[in-house]
């Protein structure tokens, strides 16, 4: 069964970089797009970035434009998420989650890991 | 960008009623329009895709309706395990947008 498992989580200060990692096994990581989706406490849900199959298409959302970056090792069936100069407004829950398309055109999320907590905070 | 405002933002509701959440987009989007459940503390799960469509596994009594910028999500009898947030997502263009979700509590 598809499995996707977030990493990399914790408290970080206000400027300072984080990678987010997710684990993928169950389906051939290769062929799908991956979404990284957040939710800050109590809150609701946050599309944050999008990376198609191969890698080639990135789309981001206007409140992590220029300061995160989204990638995959489908060797390791790994995808990535850089988040650099990190707000308080950072803090939450990011799920990574399956796009059933190759290219993202579908945009909907089939699957999603368990999450993990990102605390921005001094 | 586009906004996507659900209505009501909770609800109380007992088992066996018939829920209706709506979904507005601010401008056309077709039908590229997602419903999401999530239960308090675990990830969300997917519903129903393309305005109507059910993903595998999601029980018939969820279904899903609507085009152009009014959709609506109906639970016919709603159940236990219903009881949970639910989400709406425009996936016409980028960036793709979550409405601000409705609880559905019980009554």
């Known amino acids: 069964q598809v499995q996707l498992v977030e990493s990399g989580g914790g408290v970080v200060q206000p400027g300072r970089s984080l990678r987010l990692s997710c684990a993928a096994s169950?389906?051939?990581?290769?062929?799908?797009?991956m979404h990284w989706v957040r939710q800050a406490p109590g809150k609701g849900l946050e599309w944050v970035a999008l990376?198609?199959?191969?890698?080639?298409?990135?789309y981001f959302a206007d409140s992590v434009k220029g300061r995160f970056t989204i990638s995959r090792d489908n060797s390791k069936s790994t995808l990535y998420l850089q988040m650099n100069s990190l707000r308080g407004d950072d803090t939450a829950v990011y799920y990574c989650a399956r796009d059933p398309s190759r290219l993202g055109d579908y945009g909907f999320a089939d699957n999603w890991g368990q999450g993990t907590l990102v605390t921005v905070s001094s | 960008d586009i906004q996507m405002t659900q209505s009501p933002s909770s609800l109380s509701a007992s088992v066996g009623d018939r829920v209706t959440i709506t979904c507005r987009a601010s401008q056309e989007i077709s039908s590229y329009l997602n419903w999401y459940q999530q239960r308090p503390g675990k990830a969300p799960k997917l519903l129903i895709y393309t305005a109507s469509s059910l993903q595998s596994g999601v029980p018939s009594r969820f279904s899903g309706g609507g085009s152009g910028t009014d959709f609506t999500l109906t639970i016919s009898s709603l159940q236990p395990e219903d009881f949970a947030t639910y989400y709406c997502q425009q996936t016409d263009s980028f960036p793709l947008t979550f409405g601000g979700g409705t609880n559905v509590e019980i009554k």
């Open positions: 990376i198609s199959y191969d890698g080639t298409h990135k």
């Open positions: 169950g389906f051939t990581f290769s062929s799908f797009s």
